[in-house]
């Protein structure tokens, strides 16, 4: 099994290695590449097929993408239009919950992306997502092909993009919480901080994605996410930051800033049914350690 990640050096490739190098590189038999946007520019046709000619993987994690938070997405959402083909045993893509239907009832499950219109904020990114299940179907119907996909919720962790302006709430918040703390002003938390979001760690994803990867049988997709119990408020988690950084001054909510969906809580019945013995890192301390990460490794961070 040669295994190729696609995105190798980003939030999640960076975790997925992580795993990998506990387990001493991955279990006998297994050869793992991590491809980063420096090895091919996968939106090359000729690169892409050239770097799949070089490693002949057997099975694709598929994590390559531009990605952002709420406020890229309503900046670029054209550039989000990409989808390609590869030609090998296994794929497994990466999806998200924000492409699933605005409008909807809850909990959000693997049944529902097609249902609807996504979000207006990122119908860019989600309907390229989207046509990634389109066709995992179709290469399953007319090659049979098990090229699966994975749903995460917000991912948060270690090597992740702490661009304020670009990046997503936790990191963007830990940033500018580390700022403020630095140059004694307010923290300023966009939005109402009534939205909700179910925030998974990237250690605890890049487990699940091998197991994906390794075990999981379907075409379908399956959603990767802590419990709807664990769902925070932005306000819990900008708390959270706080306290993990120690931050003793002011926080000011803008609400001339977008919220963005109110919620998407999504159902983890699947993965529970398959894992049932899975535990999920506690939030509190997942933000802690990636705020050691941050503090430890400022100078390098992605921002
Ligand atoms: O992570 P995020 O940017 O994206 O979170 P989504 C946005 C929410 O956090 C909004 C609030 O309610 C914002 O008002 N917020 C507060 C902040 N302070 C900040 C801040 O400093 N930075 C940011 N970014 N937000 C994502 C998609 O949507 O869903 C991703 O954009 C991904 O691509 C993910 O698919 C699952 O959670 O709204």
């Given at each position: 099994m040669r295994v190729l990640v696609t995105g190798g050096s980003g939030l999640v490739g960076m975790a997925i290695q992580h795993v990998v190098k506990e387990e001493r590189g991955g279990y006998e038999g297994e050869e793992w590449i991590f491809l980063s946007s420096k090895d091919a520019n996968l939106m090359s046709m000729k690169e892409t097929r050239d770097v799949f000619r070089k490693h002949q993987p057997t099975h694709v994690i598929h994590l390559a993408a531009m990605v952002g938070g709420l406020f890229k997405n309503l900046k670029c959402?054209?550039?989000?239009?990409?989808?390609?083909?590869?030609g090998v045993v296994k794929v497994v893509s990466c999806l998200s919950t924000c492409i699933f239907p605005d409008k909807t009832t809850y909990p959000i499950n693997e049944t529902m992306i097609h249902n609807g219109p996504p979000h207006e904020s990122n119908f860019g990114y989600a309907y390229a997502k989207r046509m990634i299940d389109v066709h995992n179907r179709a290469y399953f119907e007319q090659?049979?092909?098990?090229?699966?996909?994975?749903?995460?919720?917000?991912?948060?962790?270690?090597?992740?993009?702490?661009?304020?302006?670009?990046?997503?709430?936790?990191?963007?918040?830990?940033?500018?919480?580390?700022?403020?703390?630095?140059?004694?002003?307010?923290?300023?938390?966009?939005?109402?901080?009534?939205?909700?979001?179910?925030?998974?760690?990237?250690?605890?994803?890049?487990?699940?994605?091998?197991?994906?990867?390794?075990?999981?049988?379907?075409?379908?997709?399956?959603?990767?996410?802590?419990?709807?119990?664990?769902?925070?408020?932005?306000?819990?988690?900008?708390?959270?930051?706080?306290?993990?950084?120690?931050?003793?001054?002011?926080?000011?909510?803008?609400?001339?800033?977008?919220?963005?969906?109110?919620?998407?809580?999504?159902?983890?019945?699947?993965?529970?049914?398959y894992l049932p013995e899975f535990r999920f890192t506690p939030f509190k301390q997942a933000l802690k350690e990636t705020c050691e990460w941050f503090v430890a490794n400022y100078d390098t961070a992605r921002k």
């Open positions: 959402n054209l550039d989000f239009w990409a989808a390609h083909e590869v090659h049979g092909h098990c090229y699966t996909a994975v749903i995460p919720t917000n991912v948060f962790g270690p090597h992740d993009n702490y661009s304020i302006e670009d990046g997503h709430v936790l990191p963007g918040l830990i940033h500018k919480t580390y700022i403020a703390k630095k140059e004694g002003k307010a923290l300023v938390v966009w939005g109402s901080g009534t939205p909700k979001r179910q925030f998974i760690y990237s250690l605890d994803l890049a487990r699940l994605f091998l197991w994906v990867l390794r075990e999981y049988p379907e075409v379908d997709p399956i959603i990767l996410s802590v419990g709807e119990e664990d769902e925070v408020s932005i306000k819990e988690a900008a708390d959270t930051v706080v306290q993990a950084l120690d931050f003793k001054g002011e926080v000011i909510y803008d609400n001339s800033k977008s919220d963005g969906q109110f919620k998407k809580t999504a159902s983890n019945a699947k993965l529970c049914s």
